[in-house]
């Protein structure tokens, strides 16, 4: 075998992250590499690296043993690498063929499209993928899991040497999941070298030859598939035995503070759960459950078509956020940078932004610049945030810290429930033990936490009781010996109820 | 509109904007016949209508083009008031009609070139940039001359927009069909063409793909320079002057057309034929207003009104979509 | 690749001093001026600025607090007409200076409603719902006077745009030092203005900490055209008269003002003091350039290449 791809001491350092640290990587010819790591263990970014999205600050990029210096994605598509991105780059408007072929479509002459030709090739592509999707219709008319395929197929379409599937099955089902694993062994066997990232340990097993675990923004290890099990690659991946990771004391739970019953919206089909004082529910589902959804919909941010949300036994009606908050419920947004901060100002302002009404002296009409610098100094201190001080620019910040400022944030509003959507996303290790941490402190002290994940790992090792989400619809709810993942996943691909 | 026949299985029959808009030009047309007939719905009226519609319809497209593209001109009036200051003084010393039309697309096809290199290159929001140079070319319109406006006494140059091929149709309108052919084809089965959609539709995604987003929106803005040139060439022959103010509010009447055509500000929606439709129909409205004896300045109140419900439909439909 | 790099560190650098570095140049302006012209460096020169910034510096206060939100209103300009108009309409009836304000008043917060609510309400982009109301208003301000001039006797009403207090501050110059003051207030130290900060910001992420972001921006959008019809107040009393141009190309002076003075358009930055010193600066050139006998067409190139300045200037700093 003949290496395809060699990276060498690749570093990359974003304003308060270091995302990788002197990472290589070998991928030869014909050969399926999983690359595995949780959430922001800097997967993505060597990724976007691979194929000219970031300039690495340091090391060496060989393709076919030459160097190469990409300094645009095309510099990278041009040497034979594709790549299916998780955030999906398609074009509503256009049809699936030219989606496809997007950036090179076939010419009949010099200026002219070939329609015909596109089509034609497009339904050849997408015939070897085994789907039947008309290449003339509009995207937007697609499913996700349609969309998703497109995608497949347009890093197909061109001459790809090095193909990279960045979560490539996140929203697909069983029978999807196989046939694409069955194509990419195809694509294995024609020589192409495949760069393949899921979360889903029995699909890398089914799929790679060898796997590369990174954590922390640092290649751990790299070996054969067959040298692996599923025990060893998870506590590589974590760093430690997941036992030590989470906390786990007894907590008293106390009466349900939160009920919810038959939510239903657009993405809503019948959701009804209850979270106790004390107690963490798990929410677990894949890409489209439509977790944030129901998230948002229980914080007000979305609308509600049926269903009663009932606070202490309490009906509340929850037209908006402002009445959310009345209601003493928070939410932590999945994502931070857009959803949870104002990135642009400080770490003070941000932490007062939820609570500035409150703020004010002169009946109201003047901010009371002393109260929001105690405010910021407070949960500075209690939450453990590493900033220079208050008046320092929250995007400057790392992940985590940033994350504990959207946790302070809420928790100066005094909620009695706080919904966490992914509270660990995209923060490394320690942060992340601290923000279990503090889920656990948060419980002791009563409150009670909904905290939807798409880690398994985390779900399970964090909660008693989860629901699992699939489609919009709950199709299931476990505990006690139920509670495995084999389970959840049986659920949120729609299996089980 | 232009992309529903690539659909195979699409529903049944579903009510859109395009519809709508038949709908309406229908009415309108109507109520126009029904109240005024003996002035509307005469063969010189029509006539009239057409060589209007091809000033604003050239313009229209060229807006198009860039709304397509995902951003917006609100200079396009004033490139078509600098052209026509440009031909007229011209023409007080310079015979050759050929030159001076040719000149006088040039200016045009140089400001849009302008404005997309501005934006494009430095990446900023086009419609306060294009409030910049429109104040710029109106400014440099008026400079030539020290004045907003100039005379010309060049037969041959006023005469184009009389000519009238077959006896009826008017020579502009002529022009206008050909260039909405070709434009279509140039959106439809161009590599270019497709790239404004894709550039339009998703930008990000755009430039992983290799297209060079910047350039095919820098393209847009030319091809828009371009036809505002060829529009002032033929409003300036109608006036016999060349006049700084001769499209005023133009960009409002192109923008409403685009959007009622079914182009969408978001980027990657929008069609020729929708667009035409468009300016036809606004045309018809400023005309039977004009024959209804109805002050100009409802009509400006109308075309402002006209824009906002234009774009509210727009945004009503994207709600929908989501 | 390399000019990107080099434009993003010259960024910096303006981000760090964007008020401060429009100050310089103003300070640079006026020493060429002072060169150029033997009249510029004269009280009364500086005074006569004072006075002609006030329209622009009413304008500009507005805008400022809408870009700040995030928005824009360029409909601005037709508001300055459509109060000249109205009022050069209701002054043969009485010529009472308060109800005159409060006319201007009313017909600046009808205004200011009409782009907030169709903003807000039906979520369409600032830039053209503006760009079609300014077509509207400015067609409701030719319909008040059929289109003509209305010049008016009224030495009360004058008096706002042309007195004088404490000797020789014009009472013009008076009134937008006092909307400086206030807007500097609102935005600086009370929730309305944090939260408008927030909203220009992160309109989601303000969302979801609870801020009513549609009752926000429509309460810029008031302000706006509140501060268009103080505009609008001063100019008529200035003119002495309804005149159907008055209002024309304002919107772009009172832009290219706040972008100048560190507001930036994608929302979130700005402050009153550097739009004040924007303003200043927008009317020390077109002062410079009348001084030294340029066509008022030059002007209107210089006008609309200040604006394009002022965006470029802005983007800069948003790449670094």
């Known amino acids: 075998m003949s290496e395809l791809l060699k990276l060498k001491g690749i570093s990359k350092e974003f304003p308060g992250v270091k995302a990788l640290q002197n990472v290589d990587l070998e991928l030869n010819r014909g050969e399926v590499l999983a690359l595995l790591g949780e959430n922001g263990a800097g997967k993505s970014t060597l990724l976007k690296i691979i194929s000219g999205v970031y300039l690495p600050d340091a090391g060496e990029i060989y393709v076919d043993g030459e160097k190469k210096n990409f300094k645009i994605p095309a510099d990278a598509a041009a040497e034979g690498i594709g790549i299916i991105y998780q955030e999906l780059s398609y074009y509503d408007e256009l049809t699936v063929a030219e989606n496809i072929f997007v950036g090179k479509l076939p010419k009949a002459n010099r200026i002219k499209v070939d329609w015909k030709e596109m089509n034609r090739r497009a339904k050849e592509i997408l015939a070897r993928l085994n789907v039947q999707i008309d290449p003339r219709a509009l995207v937007k008319t697609l499913s996700t899991a349609e969309k998703q395929l497109v995608e497949i197929a347009k890093a197909l379409a061109s001459d790809t040497k090095i193909l990279i599937m960045d979560e490539p099955t996140s929203a697909l089902n069983d029978a999807e999941v196989k046939s694409l694993i069955e194509q990419t062994r195809k694509l294995a066997g024609e020589g192409i070298g495949v760069i393949f990232i899921s979360h889903r340990l029995e699909e890398l097993f089914a799929v790679a030859d060898r796997i590369q675990i990174m954590r922390d923004g640092k290649r751990i290890d790299s070996f054969s598939m067959k040298d692996a099990t599923p025990e060893k690659l998870v506590q590589l991946m974590v760093g430690r035995e997941i036992k030590d990771m989470y906390p786990k004391g007894e907590i008293k739970k106390g009466d349900v503070v939160l009920e919810v019953k038959h939510l239903k919206n657009k993405t809503l089909k019948d959701i009804s759960f209850s979270v106790r004082a004390g107690e963490i529910l798990g929410v677990f589902g894949l890409m489209g459950a439509g977790r944030t959804e129901m998230c948002k919909a229980i914080f007000g941010a979305s609308k509600l078509q049926e269903g009663e949300i009932l606070m202490h036994g309490k009906p509340v009606k929850i037209h908006s956020v402002e009445d959310a908050k009345k209601a003493k419920i928070a939410y932590l947004p999945n994502d931070r940078k857009k959803e949870g901060l104002i990135l642009s100002q400080s770490v003070k302002e941000n932490f007062a932004s939820a609570v500035i009404d409150r703020y004010t002296k002169g009946k109201g009409f003047i901010v009371d610049k002393k109260r929001v610098d105690r405010n910021a100094d407070k949960w500075i201190k209690k939450l453990n945030v590493s900033t220079p001080s208050g008046d320092t620019v929250v995007e400057t910040l790392s992940g985590g810290n940033q994350q504990k400022v959207v946790v302070g944030k809420w928790l100066e509003t005094s909620p009695d429930v706080i919904i966490l959507n992914e509270p660990t996303r995209g923060i490394d290790v320690g942060a992340k033990v601290e923000i279990y941490k503090l889920i656990e402190e948060l419980c002791q002290e009563g409150m009670a936490v909904v905290m939807v994940s798409s880690e398994q ?4 090792s964090l909660t008693d009781r989860a629901i699992v989400l699939c489609e919009g619809r709950l199709t299931g709810e476990l505990c006690c010996d139920d509670y495995t993942q084999e389970r959840l996943m049986e659920y949120a691909i729609g299996g089980g109820a | 509109m232009k992309t529903k026949p690539l659909i195979l299985n699409k529903k049944k029959f579903e009510f859109t904007s395009t519809h709508l808009l038949l709908i309406v030009f229908a009415i309108v047309f109507v109520v126009f016949t029904v109240m005024i007939p003996d002035k509307f719905f005469t063969g010189k009226n029509f006539m009239t209508i057409a060589k209007y519609s091809s000033v604003f319809g050239l313009i229209g497209i060229g807006m198009t083009f860039i709304i397509i593209g995902g951003e917006i001109d609100l200079s396009v009036a004033y490139i078509v008031g600098l052209s026509s200051m440009v031909m007229g003084t011209m023409l007080q010393t310079i015979d050759n009609v050929v030159l001076v039309a040719a000149a006088g697309i040039l200016v045009g096809l140089v400001c849009g070139i302008f404005n997309g290199f501005v934006i494009t290159k430095l990446r900023l929001p086009a419609f306060v940039v294009t409030i910049g140079t429109g104040q ?102 109608q006036n016999g002057s060349g006049i700084a103010a001769a499209a005023s509010g133009a960009e409002m ?23 035409l439709v468009g300016v036809f129909l606004l045309r018809i409205i400023s005309n039977g207003m004009n024959l209804m004896n109805i002050e100009t300045y409802w009509q400006m109140v109308l075309q402002g009104s006209l824009l906002i419900a234009a774009v509210i439909m727009d945004s009503v439909k994207n709600n929908k979509d989501d | ?157 004058a008096a706002i745009g042309r ?37 220009g910001s ?25 501060c268009a019809a103080i505009a609008g107040l001063i100019s008529t009393s200035q003119n002495s008269a309804g005149l159907t141009n008055s209002g024309d190309g304002a919107e772009l002076n009172a832009i290219a003002g706040a972008v100048l003075g560190g507001a930036s358009l994608a929302g979130g930055s700005g402050s009153m003091v550097g739009t004040l010193i924007g303003v200043l600066l927008l009317n020390t050139i077109t002062n410079g350039l009348n001084l030294l006998g340029v066509s008022s067409y030059w002007q209107l190139v210089a006008q609309g290449a200040i604006l394009v300045f002022a965006v470029i200037v802005d983007s800069f700093k948003h790449k670094s």
């Open chain 2, 136 to 237: 710029m070319f109106n400014g440099f319109a008026q400079l030539i001359n020290n004045r907003p406006q100039i005379q010309f006494s060049n037969d041959l140059f006023r005469e184009f927009s009389k000519i009238n091929v077959f006896g009826v149709i008017p020579l502009p309108f002529i022009i206008l069909l050909a260039v909405a052919v070709l434009t279509w084809f140039v959106l439809k089965y161009t590599v270019f063409g497709r790239c404004v959609y894709a550039v339009g539709s998703n930008k990000p995604a755009s430039r992983l793909a290799g297209i060079n987003a910047a350039k095919t929106n820098a393209f847009t803005f030319a091809i828009s320079g371009f036809l505002c040139g060829i529009a002032s060439f033929m409003v300036t022959s």
């Open chain 1, 457 to 460: 790992a985390e779900v399970l």
């Open chain 3, 163 to 199: 007195g004088y207090s404490f000797g020789q501050i014009p009472n013009s110059f008076i009134i937008m030092l006092c909307m400086i003051v206030v807007g500097a207030f609102l935005l600086k130290m009370t929730p309305f203005g944090k939260k408008i900060f927030a909203v």
């Open chain 3, 202 to 226: 992160n309109a989601t992420a303000s969302k979801l900490a609870g801020i009513n972001i549609k009752k926000i921006k429509l309460s810029t959008y008031i302000i706006c055209g509140i």
């Open chain 3, 1 to 157: 690749m390399e000019d990107v790099k080099a434009n993003r560190i010259k960024g910096k650098r303006f981000h760090m001093t964007s008020a401060w570095s429009t100050f310089f140049v103003w300070i640079v302006i006026c020493a060429i001026m002072a060169v150029l012209s033997p009249y510029f460096l004269s009280v009364k020169n500086f005074l006569s600025i004072a006075q002609y910034s006030a329209i622009t510096g009413a304008l500009a206060v507005g805008m400022t607090i809408v870009i700040v939100g995030g928005g824009i209103d360029i409909s601005v300009g037709s508001v300055v007409t459509l109060v000249g108009m109205v009022l050069a309409a209701i002054m043969p009836a009485s010529g009472s200076v308060p109800l005159m304000i409060i006319a201007a008043l009313a017909i600046g917060v009808a205004c200011g409603l009409a782009n907030g609510l169709l903003v807000t309400k039906l979520n369409i982009v600032p830039f053209v719902v503006t760009l079609g109301t300014m077509e509207i208003f400015k067609g409701l301000a030719f319909l008040t006077t059929r289109g003509v001039n209305t010049p008016f006797n009224n030495l009360d009403f």
């Open chain 2, 253 to 275: 009447d192109a923008i409403s057309a685009a959007v009622l055509g079914g182009a969408s500000l978001a980027g990657g929606k929008g069609s020729i034929i929708g667009t």
